[in-house]
C-alpha cells in the first residue's frame, strides 16, 4: 500500500536501519490514541465521558513500562558487549533524542504566552526546562504534560549508574523493592504533596525494566509459558484495563496500579513474542508502527490543541487531531530526525560501530 511506504520512509529518515523491536512501536501507537482520547473527552464536538479521561494516565503507564523494557534492553546488551555502561554515551544518546523537541515545544509555548495567545501559570518554563514539572502542582495546561517526562527522566538519571555500580542481582532486588514500596508512596503521597511525585510513578518504570532483566527466565517457568501459549491470554490485558476504573482511590493506589504494572508487562511479553499473530501483525502494520514512532511529537503537541477549557476553533473536534498530527510531523522531519541524524554523525567519531538508537 501507498501509504505503507510512505510510513517506512518517514521511518527510515529518522532512525535508518535501526533494529525495530517487534511490536513495540504498535503498543506505544495504542499508547498514545488512549491519551488522545483522555484529552480529547470534553473538547468541543466531541463526547465528555469520565470513561475515555481514566484512559490517559493509562496510556501513559503504558509509555512507561515500554520504556523501562528498551532502555534495559540496551543498558544490558553494551554491558554484555563492552562489560561496563558508558554514562557519558548515554546521557548524550537520550539528550539528543529527547530534548530538542520538547525545548521546541517550550519555546513556542514562551513566545505564544508573551503574546498572550496562551497562559502559563507562574514558574511553569523553569520547571519544564529542567525537567522538574513533576513537582509542580499549579502546572497550567499548556505544558503541564510535561509531567511525565520529568519523572522518566529523572528515574533515567539514576538507573544507568545503578545498574553498573550494583551487580545484576541486586539490580533485580532494587527494582522488585520499588515494586513493593510503589503502593506506600501512593498512599503517603497526599500527606508529603510534590515530594513523592516521581516514587509513586517509579514502579511503572521499574516493572519495564525488571521485565527485561528477567524474559529469558520467567518464559523458562512452566506457568508463565503456559499462560503466555493460553487461548484466554486476552484476559490480561482485560485485568490491565479494569484495574484501572477500581472506583476506590485508596484501593487503586495499594492494588489497582500494581496490578495493571504487571499485567500491562506480561501484556508486552506476549505482544513481542507472538508478531505473527493476528494483534501481532495488527501493531507491527507500517502505518500503526509509524504513529508509535511519531507518537513523541505527539504527545509533546496534543496538549495544546486538545484542551476542553478552549473555545477557540482549532480546539474544536476533529480540527484538534488533524493538527496536534501536522505539528506531530512537523516536529519529527524539523526537530527530531535531524537531531537523530546528527548523533549518529557524532556516535561514528567515538566508534565505527553506531550503537541502537534508543
Known amino acids: 500500500m501507498t501509504l505503507d511506504r510512505v510510513c517506512l520512509a518517514l521511518r527510515s529518515y529518522g532512525f535508518g536501519k535501526q533494529r525495530i523491536i517487534p511490536s513495540l512501536d504498535g503498543l506505544r501507537a495504542i499508547s498514545i490514541v488512549f491519551v488522545l482520547l483522555a484529552h480529547l473527552s470534553g473538547t468541543h464536538h466531541f463526547a465528555d465521558s469520565h470513561l475515555l479521561m481514566s484512559l490517559g494516565e493509562f496510556g501513559v503507564r503504558v509509555f512507561f513500562i515500554i520504556s523501562g523494557y528498551l532502555i534495559t534492553t540496551i543498558l544490558l546488551e553494551d554491558l554484555q558487549r563492552k562489560g ?10 537520550r539528550t539528543m533524542r529527547l530534548f530538542p523537541a520538547a525545548y521546541f515545544l517550550i519555546l513556542v509555548m514562551a513566545i505564544l504566552a508573551a503574546m498572550k495567545f496562551v497562559q502559563l501559570e507562574r514558574r511553569d518554563l523553569l520547571f519544564a526546562l529542567t525537567y522538574t514539572m513533576n513537582y509542580n502542582e499549579t502546572r497550567g495546561w499548556p505544558l503541564g504534560h510535561l509531567w511525565s517526562l520529568a519523572v ?28 513493593v514500596l510503589g503502593p506506600v508512596f501512593r498512599i503517603t503521597s497526599p500527606y508529603v504533596g510534590p515530594a513523592f511525585n516521581f516514587l509513586r510513578w517509579s514502579d511503572a518504570l521499574a516493572t ?9 527466565e520467567l518464559v523458562a517457568i512452566p506457568g508463565y ?22 472506583p476506590s482511590t485508596k484501593v487503586e493506589w495499594l492494588v489497582g496500579e500494581t496490578i495493571m504494572n504487571i499485567a500491562i508487562a506480561i501484556s508486552v511479553d506476549w505482544a513481542m513474542r507472538n508478531a505473527d499473530t493476528l494483534p501481532g501483525r495488527f501493531l507491527n502494520q507500517p502505518t500503526i508502527s509509524f504513529i508509535g514512532v511519531l507518537s513523541y511529537s505527539l504527545y509533546l503537541w496534543q496538549q495544546f490543541f486538545l484542551d476542553r ?37 557524532i556516535e561514528r567519531t567515538w566508534s565505527p560501530t553506531v550503537a541502537k538508537e534508543s
Not at 208 to 216: E, F, P, Q, V
Not at 225 to 244: E, I, P, Q, T, Y
Open 225 to 246: 509459558a503456559r499462560l503466555l501459549a493460553s487461548r484466554w491470554f486476552f484476559l490480561v490485558s482485560v485485568a490491565a484495563l479494569a484495574a484501572n476504573y477500581i
Open 152 to 179: 522518566e527522566e529523572q528515574f533515567y538519571l539514576l538507573w544507568p549508574l545503578t545498574l553498573r555500580s550494583m551487580p545484576r542481582l541486586q539490580s533485580k532486588r532494587l527494582l522488585l523493592a520499588i515494586l
Open 84 to 93: 561496563s555502561v558508558s554514562l557519558i554515551r548515554f546521557y548524550f544518546r
Open 208 to 216: 519495564g525494566c525488571l521485565l527485561a532483566m528477567m524474559r529469558d
Open 309 to 345: 477549557s478552549s473555545d477557540r476553533w482549532y480546539c474544536a473536534f476533529p480540527s484538534n487531531v488533524a493538527l496536534a498530527l501536522v505539528m506531530a510531523l512537523v516536529s519529527y522531519l524539523i526537530i527530531e530526525a535531524p537531531f537523530l541524524r546528527l548523533r549518529k554523525t
